[in-house]
């Protein structure tokens, strides 16, 4: 008699783990297939640029010649550079107005979004400012901002007050350009405080009524708390930003008047394209890199971003 083999009870045929193999083959063919574009891209235009300035940073570099090794020449020229470091305490001034100012706005929005108003429109209107481009928005609000025919100062001899150089004065050109800056992105920001708040379930704030806490004392130790992952991801978002400012100083003020508004990002700039000393800018560049890197590590890491209240 011959014998006849039978697979275990409950195992899979041998076929059917074949077909489930070659499936997953196929999907993961098709899957680097769609990601190959982005990969590349990535590759091309982020990956080896930034390398490369890695590179240049310890170079002599002027377009015209090839790269020379320096060493670490160009950085101990950093120590040394005043306007470097002008334009960095600058830099650091439009950080701190900025993101003050943007953490303030868009908590309250959203707060009045989530509990007052639930208008689609209101919604938009608030995020319209962030979809308009940012030189834009620097032409028009240099124009309403004009000491001489802006419609801001205007108003202001209309109310019988002195015209303000908001733009022009070294003690206004920093505010008005975190204000500016602001107003641009604090619709996106208060967008994701919005949806943060969404998360928390509306149970949590019944209990609170039914213990008599108000709505204030209910934002301190409900929202704010419950919030922490959603909030430290804006403020890394908004630093980051914040230090990477160029082209609403650029068109507002090309970094006057008289380098109070020269911002680090366009300090680097004009080191490159305007004096072609690429090796010099690109050592600039990786001290903001390195800044950014150790700065949103220690906001993470103190904020406890990766932790929720939520159970």
Excluded: C
């Excluded at 980051?240 to 068109?251: E, K, R, S, T, Y």
Aim: hydrophobic share 55%.
């Amino acid at each position: 008699m011959s014998s006849v083999k039978t697979s275990p009870v409950g195992a899979p045929p041998r076929r059917s783990k074949r077909r489930a193999t070659a499936a997953r083959v196929g999907d993961a063919r098709l899957a680097w297939i769609l990601i190959a574009p982005s990969v590349l891209g990535f590759l091309v235009f982020a990956a080896y640029p930034a390398i490369r300035g890695v590179y240049l940073s310890f170079t002599d570099y002027r377009v015209l010649s090839a790269p020379e090794w320096v060493g670490l020449k160009n950085f101990q020229e950093l120590m040394g550079d005043d306007k470097f470091w002008g334009s960095l305490g600058v830099t650091i001034q439009f950080v701190i107005l900025t993101v003050a100012l943007t953490m303030i706005v868009s908590i309250a929005s959203a707060v009045i979004l989530h509990r007052v108003t639930s208008s689609t429109l209101i919604r938009s209107i608030v995020i319209l400012p962030f979809l308009i481009s940012n030189v834009v928005a620097a032409v028009v609000w240099s124009w309403m901002l004009d000491r001489q025919l802006g419609i801001v100062n205007i108003a202001l001899e209309a109310l019988g007050n002195d015209s303000i150089g908001f733009l022009s004065d070294r003690g206004w050109v920093v505010p008005t350009l975190a204000v500016i800056t602001v107003w641009k992105t604090a619709g996106y920001t208060t967008i994701l405080v919005f949806a943060g708040l969404q998360t928390i379930p509306p149970q949590i704030y019944e209990a609170g009524k039914l213990d008599g806490a108000s709505e204030v004392a209910m934002f301190r130790r409900l929202t704010l708390p419950l919030l922490r992952p959603i909030l430290a991801m804006v403020l890394v978002l908004t630093v980051i930003g914040a230090f990477q400012v160029f082209d609403i100083v650029q068109v507002s003020t090309k970094g006057g008047p008289a380098n109070a508004s020269l911002v680090l990002q366009m300090y680097i700039y004009d080191k490159a394209f305007g004096q072609f000393d690429f090796g010099y800018a690109s050592a600039m560049s990786l001290v903001l890199f390195v800044m950014l890197i150790v700065i949103s590590f220690a906001q993470m890491r103190l904020l406890r971003a990766s932790e929720s209240d939520q159970n």
